[in-house]
T-cell receptor
Framework: NAGVTQTPKFQVLKTGQSMTLQCAQD?????MYWYRQDPGMGLRLIYY???????DKGEVPNGYNVSRLNKREFSLRLESAAPSQTSVYFC????????????FGPGTRLTVT | TQLLEQSPQFLSIQEGENLTVYCNSS?????LQWYRQEPGEGPVLLVT?????EVKKLKRLTFQFGDARKDSSLHITAAQPGDTGLYLC?????????????FGKGTLLTVNP
């Protein structure tokens, strides 16, 4: 049981490049989330998918897009990376109808130069 | 908007000392969660408190939920280097969006040998 997996673990981009962060969960959870974590700012919600087939903006969605590919997978895309998007990105999943607990992946450390 | 404020932001102590960290809000939460995040990893749930006044113990960690369900505390007895990490409190949003969590910014605890 792998839980929540994220790829890649580390990434360096130049300003203007694009990339997609991948996330998958094997717990049959309905809801999935993308957060970014910056020093002193805590975890900030970028986008979420309350259930398969739906996605919604969180607190800081600008510059990002998401795709809920199926129940297991939820990807985050940066179309034109900016230095302000340098951060650690976490994917999480939950079955909030059972418990509010969110299960997190190991994170992707992204640097944009 | 529901906010969770955590204090202190940073705490550095010696092995064997006791400590308490706090999570406060002006809003009522139906429950509060405490997560621990170790360096380079995603947050992991420690406990959920649900009932006002509830006290839960997890080995040397004691969690309390305030009577009014607006605050919570985490007390660690005889801290060990393995307790080092970022401690986050979180609560489900109200108003029909309880599949999302509000996170505090965390307390970064360092326990020195």
């Amino acid at each position: 049981n792998a839980g929540v997996t994220q790829t890649p673990k580390f990434q360096v981009l130049k300003t203007g490049q694009s990339m997609t962060l991948q996330c998958a969960q094997d717990m049959n959870h309905n809801s999935m989330y993308w957060y970014r974590q910056d020093p002193g700012m805590g975890l900030r919600l970028i986008y979420y998918s309350a259930s398969e087939g739906t996605t919604d903006k969180g607190e800081v969605p600008n510059g990002y897009n998401v795709s809920r590919l199926n129940k297991r997978e939820f990807s985050l895309r940066l179309e034109s990376a900016a230095p302000s998007q340098t951060s650690v990105y976490f994917c999480a999943s939950s079955d909030w109808t059972v418990s509010y607990e969110q299960y997190f992946g190991p994170g992707t450390r992204l640097t944009v130069t | 908007t529901q906010l969770l404020e955590q204090s202190p932001q940073f705490l550095s102590i010696q092995e064997g000392e006791n400590l308490t960290v706090y999570c406060n809000s002006s809003s009522v939460f139906s429950s509060l969660q405490w997560y621990r995040q170790e360096p380079g990893e995603g947050p992991v749930l420690l406990v959920t408190v649900v009932t006002g006044g509830e006290v839960k113990k997890l080995k040397r960690l004691t969690f309390q939920f305030g009577d009014a369900r607006k605050d919570s505390s985490l007390h660690i007895t005889a801290a060990q280097p393995g307790d080092t990490g970022l401690y986050l409190c979180a609560g489900p949003n109200s108003g029909g969006s309880n599949y999302k969590l509000t996170f505090g910014k965390g307390t970064l605890l360092t326990v020195n040998p």
